[in-house]
């Protein structure tokens, strides 16, 4: 079973759902399947309520160009694509009713047993000291260094005026790098910037639908490269 539709809302959650963690609907390139899913929609998906199908979407629509020539079964609908049933999220009013288990009260004994004193009472010494030592350690934040490529629409595009829209743009976490211009041919250049990102406070894929509000001069991004530091 795969998408069901990509009009209603459950469809455009599935959607948004299959792609979190994909920048393809199958394989790690642009392939006939990301060709019929994307015409299975009648517009792009509400950034604000889907913003991994909406990334998706602006991705592929950068593709178009190269629709006809992209791998894969042009025959195929996109509903042979997505999810199969056994991965759908069950409505947790529909499950099975857990069985229960007459014998449950007594897993933990009897309340009527009282434990040692002195047991309780060296529990809980250990308990507070393990706590006090937890407390004094402090974990640094783990971060990621990102390389990524913003794409203009055309070779009139003003990339100062991109790069300056886009370094608006302020998360907590978040720290702007450098950036250069890197030729992608027919005159054309995409803006290559290095950023820092606090992995707990700053997410990618809602970055990267921040800078491509900017439609007048962003027509899409990409993660070039991204490491651990």
Known sequence: MGFADLVTDAGLTMLNSWVTTRSYIVGYGPTQADVATFKGLKESPPVAKYPHAYRW???IAS???????LPGDPSK???AYGPEAGALAINPKDAPAAPVDDEEDDL???EEEEEDPEVVK???ENLAAYK???EGKVKPAAKSLVTMDVKPWDDETDMKELEAQMRTIELDGLVWGASKLVPVGFGIKKLQV???VE???VSIDDLQAKIEEDEDHVQSTDVAAMQKL
């Not at 593709?63 to 020539?69: A, G, L, M, R």
């Open 63 to 69: 593709h178009q160009t190269e629709f006809s020539s």
């Open 122 to 124: 060296k529990r809980e």
């Open 132 to 134: 006090k030592k937890k």
């Open 77 to 79: 609908a996109y509903t």
């Open 194 to 196: 290095n950023l820092v």
């Open 108 to 110: 933990f004994g009897s």
């Open 57 to 59: 979407y602006k991705h």
């Open 199 to 201: 992995d707990e406070k």
